[in-house]
């Protein structure tokens, strides 16, 4: 299924060098204005080539609406965002065919659609996909007007000067990792359920759908296992809910709890590393040496926040939407 | 939604203090063999009251079919489990309820749905529904011959010695959290999906279901942001996909490939701390001093890795039944 | 799936002659008051044994609330209603078990279940499952002040004089079929979508869950067939969109239009009929004459309206709380 | 939500007069062979402006394969199939606009979607959308190859002489309405459930999805409960299950069983009649006199039977992927 959400539902289809990345947003309500120009900050944010660390592949990335914009606003039915795909150097994979990437899905996509995915780099596996939960995130953002989401790198290579991270990918002519953070202020009491439809349990579905994330962790998390219930535990000091701490990170029982929603990624390193590594050899049947070629990212983590916090936002807006926070007709 | 699952869904119902805790498995493939005995194991696993460190409170937890089993077998249609409460000292409970306990859900449950939620024990929030997921897992594992599932504490209270960590805790007459890790082995290769149906994705969204969970990770997690490309990237050493390390705990691209799955989850320590705690009272509108009655798991950690299994049973048997590697009928 | 709906989503589970029928009922608003003695009237409309043509066998059909109801109110929780089976004559079933009645599971279910089903009564086929779709039916009506439903049994055997139409079957020692016509006032404009969402969408696939149904039309239905567009377009006359005539049923573009929805169903005769019957011997794979023993109805469609009314008051409840027209807390 | 389908899971989007009419199928196996010219034939037999009675707007109907085929093959991942809107006259529509049409959904979108909705030719809710619904049902029919399915209109305007059914509106200037008959060859047994996935239900839902149908019927349908019981019910021949007559149209207990699959729709007659009507105008508040513009069919049930058969093939292809009957890959 490459569909997620309950009333604010998007279907992602796509390949990175077919004709298209795109995605279809099902159940936005209707009487939202909407221009690609909303669009465009935040997809600028995910391209590459701005950065350091980040490949100098540079889409145009122009959202083409395809259906459910009318007159400059949402009609209510479903918006079909287009990405095409122009600036493609296909030959530079076919070169890597015979040796399935090590960390890439080469090898499971093979195994699991018999040969025939589109293995052109990475085809609907690739971040390119997510050029369109990107354009989802901003029409969510726009939903709701008194939540703001920020995401941050706060971690580069084991480092927290991110500066410094990067430069040792850079020397060592490897990519590295990356920890990312995003904050939710705003947040109403009341989104989500225990058990399956919990907060937690929604977002992190989502989280992992992003390609290199490999862990996710609520408030403190992983350390939150080392501590005392007594200093874990968030004293409520008021009527309003507010707590004295925020280790639960805003969501208590699977329900966001009105302060602050803090959670955390890990993003595995670039799979596609400039170093020589060694692997299995299709053809051969063998492990051999040998580098990859194309452009790629030192860093993915560089690229993430933004996905990130489409993410969050397109979770929080069919969360609020479940709970009639949002109307169906703005 | 208190559904999970796409062939194989559970669906849950029950309160802690209520009638029962009940499940429902639909989509259970027709044939096969199930009796009561088979639960009981994991089911003890489950129940606390034997090993230190876990509540006193004893249900009987004996599961009473109510249909979908006929002549000892499953029929193909929804196999409805009971798990009736009988030991219940409900008083405890409503001495606290003046002050919404910190790190439970009394608050926002009290917000969310306007007073009328059984409060008593948590109510739908208990783990006691976990034991119709241990239930419903027991059944996904006997789904599956050749996978094997097992989850172990890994660290308590910081300490990998687990006594020690339980020392901890009583000696401070506080609770503690734990790690839980969790490893399968003979899982076939090509389960999952890129995006939203990835095995990260639907894994994670059970187990951030699990109560006082408050972290996942896969393969080296949150470890992997520290990490270079060249020494993260599992090489391949031959065609049947065996990797020489297993730093992406045997998914890639969202899709098993056939090497160990091997994830870990950061438990927060048990709520209902034994230690005098200092929070809102909703009558007074202030703060104040008090202490959680009521029989409570120092470390309900503890109870975790049968639940763990379980749900990793159920999700492993609902993809194995979406790629035919389960038969519908036995 | 022995699921529907969206947000107020209804599982049902149980077999004819096994523990019990049942039915959880999740997405129910919290808040609202209920009691056993609320279902009370409807499942006794339900019921055989008080109208002559329908079945003897008479279950005491009273509602065990096992979950989601807390000081006589809805939690917001799954609510899980049982009626256990207590008035079971299952040797009457084993019997008939060499020869697979027409127009009755059997033969189908057995082929496709592997033999496993339980084929005592029925077992899932049976409209003993129905006791939960009308508890939930009046959940769902509980919910909804100013819409009324109601369905009445129009046409039996073919007359429109009901006792004439119930008699003919008596003097014919047979089964007869019927129709049922369902009208409901007060509906809000704006429920449903075209296509997939359409009114007439969701209420047939409801419907047509109902056992023995085999038609169902909106409005003018196949009368439409056969008519003029002017003569079937109904003009609208103010700006409620109040309209002349009522051939669309009140549906138009999928979408209720305000005025009074109509549909009528088409309910093929019960498949025990009391008359001797030729058909295979699964035993000796030869076709004999053979008579149906156990109680029956003469008329299904009898039975039928108050499970009319359930399925289209639990539509109809969906999509308000969808349309955010009922609240989640009331 | 504008999809529909568990595993052959298709969505649409689009509008009349918009970029475009397209659909997502996801869930389609792997290794499908599948180009343009698979789609002509149906997409003709589609189309407007052929035969008498059919509109004379001819879009050229050809698919754009923006995703998911690679080489001539489907890959395992979302096929999204394009067709451009390019013969467009929106004026004539807008000059209707103060006019809500009788029997169209001007009226009830307008106050469902707070007057955001694209009205140009119906928008959303316009047959184009059937385009790609035509489409997804070539590729279901491509992966079925024992099953063969063929619809036909058997009655226009109360005639079964087809032609003088359309000549019956010809001359009374005014359009008509029809019934399509499908029946299905070589359906395996075993596809549907009791209840909410019957056959009937489901196969239902998406009958009544398209535009202009108000009754839907298998079997005898509307006939059966006419009907004794023991003429009804169709005796079990021989162990295959072949049946003596069909009453049933091939599903019992919401199953196929074997036989032919058969049933019926009721296509209302076109909505815009070139007969002057009389409605509401929404400036003045008054009804008036008033004729519909525009090129429109006289009888939309001719061109029904290939949206029907696609109906039923994606239905079909959709219970034979969960039941197993086609594999995830080809």
Known sequence: MNSF?????????GESHGECAGITIDGCPAGLSLAAEDLLPDLERRKGGI????????????????????????????????FENKNIRSEDYNKQRSIPRPGHADWVASQKFGGNE??????????RLTTGIVAAGVIAKKLMKDVSIQADVTEIGGEKDLEKGLQKAID??????G??????????????????????????????????????EFGSGFAAARMFGSLHNDAIENKEGKTRTNHAGGIVGGISNGN????????KPTSSTPKEQNS???????????????????????RAPVIVEAVTAIVIADFMLLEQKIKRVL
């Open 5 to 13: 959400g309950r009333i604010f539902r998007i279907s992602i289809f």
């Open 51 to 82: 950065q350091k660390g980040t490949t100098p592949r540079q889409e145009e990335d122009y959202p083409i609406f395809m259906s459910g914009v009318f007159n400059g606003k949402t009609t209510g039915f479903p918006v079909t965002i287009l």
């Open 118 to 127: 589109d293995y052109r780099g990475g085809g609907h596996f690739s971040a």
């Open 172 to 177: 060592a002519r490897d990519s590295v990792g």
């Open 179 to 216: 920890i990312v953070e995003c904050r939710v202020k705003g947040l109403p009491v009341g989104l989500g359920e225990p058990y399956f439809d919990s907060l937690e349990s929604v977002l992190s579905h989502f989280l992992f759908a992003i390609p290199a994330v490999k862990g996710v």
């Open 260 to 267: 602050e929603l803090v959670f955390r990624l890990a993003v």
């Open 280 to 302: 299995l050899n299709w053809d051969t049947g063998k492990t051999e040496n040998f580098s990859i070629k194309g452009r790629h990212d030192l860093c993915v983590a560089l």
